[in-house]
């Protein structure tokens, strides 16, 4: 399995951006997939995550209401949409996916970890 993120940037305040992470190899018994973000200095800390084949989503208390994560399983790709940038979100932000576990916070669920990708938010 390999997964590359991307759609990171430089933006302002308040602005938007979408990243996305395409899957590619054993796809087929992914369970769920996730979204973490490291700013340097700091731990690598969950951000959101979804189940491959169902409905569940799950979302960090500070990104609830400004991110959304989304998947197209036809095109083997989760999506972030991330509205309302503040400058705390600046941080290499990371896709990782399971097989057979699902979808959640804690980061040894997942197995597979894509490279990252820059989000930087101005003030």
């Known amino acids: 399995v390999q997964l590359q993120a991307s759609g990171g940037g430089l933006v302002q305040a308040g602005d938007s951006l979408s990243l996305s992470c395409v899957a590619s190899?054993?796809?087929?018994?992914?369970?769920?997939m996730g979204w973490f973000r490291q700013a340097p200095g700091e731990d690598r800390e969950f951000v959101a995550a979804?189940?491959?084949?169902?409905?569940?989503?799950y979302y960090e208390d500070s990104v609830r209401s400004r991110f959304t994560i989304s998947k197209d399983i036809g095109k083997n790709t989760m999506y972030l949409q991330m509205n309302n940038l503040i400058p705390g979100d600046t941080a290499v932000y990371y896709c990782?996916?399971?097989?057979?576990?699902?979808?959640?916070?804690?980061?040894?669920?997942?197995?597979?970890w894509g490279q990252g990708t820059q989000v930087t938010v101005s003030s």
């Open positions: 190899g054993r796809t087929d018994g992914f369970a769920g």
């Open positions: 990782a996916a399971n097989l057979g576990v699902g979808p959640g916070w804690y980061r040894g669920l997942y197995s597979y």
């Open positions: 979804i189940a491959w084949s169902g409905t569940s989503k």
